[in-house]
């Protein structure tokens, strides 16, 4: 069973930048596109960011365009979400999930989620 840990979430101020981490452990990390999604209170998750099984190949979404940026370490069995010039808007809790195929923004095809880290961006 593949498991996903995510941690680097926090306090920043606007304009700031911080670094998400999601490590997985069991199965390799290397047959899985690897999602990163947010989620605040009373709404759907969403999400922002995605990369392939070889990581190059990467898809962004909404705000995350031009801001995020998602790679991978398959040896390290490790995906990290660069997160820069933050907005008070991207304050949610981040999850990583994992699937089997390619790249999506559909959460439904993801089988396997963290349990998410804490952003917040404020002054």
């Known amino acids: 069973q593949l498991r996903l840990v995510e941690s680097g979430g926090g306090l920043v101020q606007p304009g700031g930048s911080l670094r998400l981490s999601c490590a997985a452990s069991?199965?390799?990390?290397?047959?899985?596109?690897i999602g990163w999604f947010r989620q605040v209170p009373g709404e759907e998750p969403e999400a922002v960011a995605c990369?392939?099984?070889?990581?190059?190949?990467?898809m962004y979404l909404g705000s995350a365009k031009g801001r995020f940026t998602i790679s991978r370490d398959n040896a390290k069995n490790n995906v990290v979400l660069q997160m820069s010039r933050l907005k008070p808007d991207d304050t949610a809790v981040y999850y990583c999930?994992?699937?089997?195929?390619?790249?999506?923004?559909?959460?439904?095809?993801?089988?396997?989620w963290g349990q998410g880290t804490q952003v917040i961006v404020s002054s």
């Open positions: 999930a994992a699937q089997l195929f390619a790249c999506t923004e559909y959460r439904s095809e993801f089988a396997h």
């Open positions: 069991g199965p390799a990390l290397k047959d899985y596109a």
């Open positions: 990369v392939g099984t070889s990581g190059d190949k990467t």
